[in-house]
């Protein structure tokens, strides 16, 4: 007699063979998906579909157009990317998975590149895509998955199970090739239709994939010109001083000389920003207004208070304005397509009193301007502002480099700069650190501390405001005349200290379990870094405290 259990299917339940693999229930339920279904989640667990179900269970299945889903998609690619690559160009090919760039990411090559070989490397992709090839998982003795990769002279790899305290490690084999990746994976290669390859340089490509905020296509690549050279920027101080990855990083952590970095880094930083007020001086006779603007948890506040101290060293007075301050009534507040208020659109924004009064200080006017209450939803106006000869209109704001805002201003008068945390440091050559999840670290850590709000209200708030960013910020970017990195290279590891017991504090049955339990198992592969000598106007002090500027 078949053993039967009950699993529960979107509100539905159904009687199933005990035994059976996610993978053959989930081809009952294909159809009411428009995308291959990648990964279950099992009774609030995570799994791969090969995993088979032996008891009674909820199951809610993933495909590319959810976070999770399209994580695992980006997981599978790249493995089917370096599979195609070591077949085409040998066994020594090697790329190295780099950053984020347009809706894609962007890997260097080992060897030369051209645009030839870059179709020939798509179609190897969706032949081995077509032959739907096992991706078979595997869980190995520490030591033996070491002893592999040094053979394989993948020390980065090796090193990265050196500082994994786990006993076991799980590999994944696509064909006769091993590999790590730090994620799930997909079954096979049948799921990872959708990509795209665009050539850039010599050794260097963008792999383009569906994203969550755009499912249904891969648009046209477009470059962008400054977050990629202040992307090259970095990785190239990277390698000059020799850390590139969690290992480099780590050794200097076991050694005792991470101190040295971290100085080196802050410095580094600092210097950035006073040469962009030295930019900024050279051309005080025409730029009037300094507009600021990044994504959540980019440092926007200790970026924008240290260049005006810098300013200030050149003479110049800069005065602020937030473009929070600017709300429109709480009544008045658009709302969404879940009818809930719209805090982050540009409606939300009184821009008639904005243009109006920016355009009054710049022709020399006092102006009373607001501070907006968040606690009745009124703007209170208490603060005269006046601009001197000398004085810069220094304006903060997530809307700062969108173009509907001062049209009445000419834009030579203006000077825009986009901060983001671009983490220029990998885990190894195949696995990045996401600048998303470098921002929703810091997030986490400033939410708790400065506002009460525990992880998992961090957590179930971050889609909104990653959506809230991916309309009304990363659209603007190449408006920006300058773009500043607020990343430090160091610190994943100060992070680690203050953000893993929080994440501990996540209860099994919540459904942000799976993405806290995530964030621990990536954090594992960074050795943990005290962060005494950090100075006090570091753009970290805003997230993990002890900033001059907000204490």
Same mark, same amino acid.
């Given at each position: 007699m078949i053993e039967t259990i009950e699993v529960k299917i979107k509100g539905k339940k159904y009687q199933l063979s005990k035994g059976m693999t996610l993978e053959e229930i989930a081809k009952e339920f294909q159809k009411e998906y428009k995308y291959p279904i990648l990964l279950a989640r099992v009774n609030n667990k995570l799994e791969e579909l090969t995993k088979t179900v032996n008891e009674d269970a909820t199951i809610e299945f993933y495909d590319l157009t959810t976070r999770e889903g399209n994580r695992i998609h980006i997981s599978g690619l790249t493995y089917v990317l370096l599979y195609s690559i070591k077949k085409l160009f040998g066994e020594e090919a090697n790329i190295v998975v780099q950053h984020s760039l347009d809706k894609g990411i962007y890997i260097e090559t080992n060897f030369r590149l051209t645009e030839n070989r870059i179709k020939n490397l798509k179609e190897t992709m969706k032949k081995i895509i077509e032959a739907d090839m096992p991706i078979i998982r595997s869980t190995v003795d520490r030591s033996e998955a070491i002893k592999y990769f040094e053979g394989k002279n993948d020390k980065v790899k090796a090193g990265v199970m050196n500082y994994n305290t786990n006993n076991y490690i799980t590999l994944y084999r696509l064909g006769n090739y091993y590999n790590y990746f730090y994620s799930l994976m997909p079954s096979s290669t049948e799921k990872l239709k959708d990509f795209n390859l665009t050539y850039i340089k010599e050794n260097g490509f963008v792999l383009q994939f569906p994203t969550v905020y755009l499912p249904d296509k891969i648009p046209t690549y477009k470059h962008h010109p400054h977050m990629f050279e202040v992307f090259q920027e970095c990785r190239d101080w990277a390698k000059i001083i020799g850390v590139k990855n969690s290992v480099d990083l780590n050794r200097l952590v076991s050694l005792g000389k991470i101190n040295d970095l971290i100085r080196i880094d802050e410095t580094l930083q600092s210097n950035r920003l006073l040469s962009l007020a030295g930019e900024i001086n050279k051309k005080k006779k025409d730029i009037k207004i300094v507009l600021m603007a990044g994504p959540s948890s980019s440092g926007k506040t200790t970026t924008s208070k240290k260049l005006c101290m810098y300013l200030e060293s050149y003479g110049l007075h800069p005065k602020v304005l937030s473009m929070d301050d600017y709300f429109v009534e709480r009544k008045e507040t658009p709302v969404d397509e879940n009818g809930k208020p719209d805090y982050e659109c540009l409606e939300a924004i009184d821009m008639?009193?904005?243009?109006?009064?920016?355009?009054?200080?710049?022709?020399?006017?006092?102006?009373?301007?607001?501070?907006?209450?968040?606690?009745?939803?009124?703007?209170?106006?208490?603060?005269?502002?006046?601009?001197?000869?000398?004085? $810069?209109?220094?304006?903060?704001?997530?809307?700062?480099?969108?173009?509907?805002?001062?049209?009445?201003?000419?834009? /030579? +008068? +203006?000077?825009?700069?986009?901060? /983001?945390?671009?983490?220029?440091?990998?885990?190894?050559?195949?696995?990045?650190? *996401?600048?998303?999840?470098? !921002?929703?670290?810091?997030?986490?850590? !400033?939410?708790?501390?400065? !506002?009460?709000?525990? #992880?998992?209200?961090?957590? +179930? /708030?971050?889609? *909104? #405001?990653?959506?809230?960013?991916?309309?009304? $910020?990363?659209?603007?970017?190449?408006?920006?005349?300058?773009?500043?990195?607020?990343? %430090?290279?160091?610190? $994943?590891?100060? %992070? +680690?200290?203050?953000?893993?017991?929080?994440?501990?504090?996540?209860?099994?049955?919540?459904?942000?379990?799976?993405?806290?339990? !995530? %964030?621990?198992?990536?954090?594992?592969?960074?050795?943990?870094?005290?962060?005494?000598?950090?100075?006090?106007? /570091?753009?970290?002090?805003?997230?993990?405290?002890?900033?001059?500027?907000?204490?």
């Open positions: 008639k009193l904005f243009d109006k009064q920016v355009e009054d200080l710049l022709k020399g006017k006092t102006v009373t301007v607001p501070t907006y209450s968040f606690l009745v939803g009124k703007k209170e106006f208490n603060r005269d502002v006046t601009l001197g000869p000398a004085d $810069i209109l220094v304006i903060e704001g997530i809307h700062a480099l969108d173009n509907k805002i001062l049209t009445n201003i000419p834009r /030579s +008068k +203006k000077y825009k700069i986009y901060i /983001s945390a671009l983490t220029e440091l990998n885990l190894d050559d195949h696995n990045r650190v *996401s600048t998303t999840d470098n !921002r929703m670290l810091r997030r986490i850590i !400033r939410d708790n501390r400065t !506002r009460n709000n525990n #992880v998992e209200h961090t957590l +179930k /708030s971050w889609d *909104s #405001v990653r959506r809230g960013e991916e309309k009304y $910020i990363f659209p603007f970017q190449d408006e920006a005349d300058f773009t500043f990195n607020s990343a %430090l290279i160091y610190e $994943i590891g100060v %992070l +680690k200290t203050y953000v893993e017991p929080l994440l501990y504090s996540v209860p099994q049955d919540s459904p942000y379990y799976e993405e806290a339990k !995530r %964030l621990i198992n990536f954090l594992r592969l960074f050795l943990p870094i005290p962060a005494d000598v950090i100075p006090q106007d /570091s753009i970290l002090r805003e997230f993990i405290g002890g900033s001059c500027f907000h204490e």
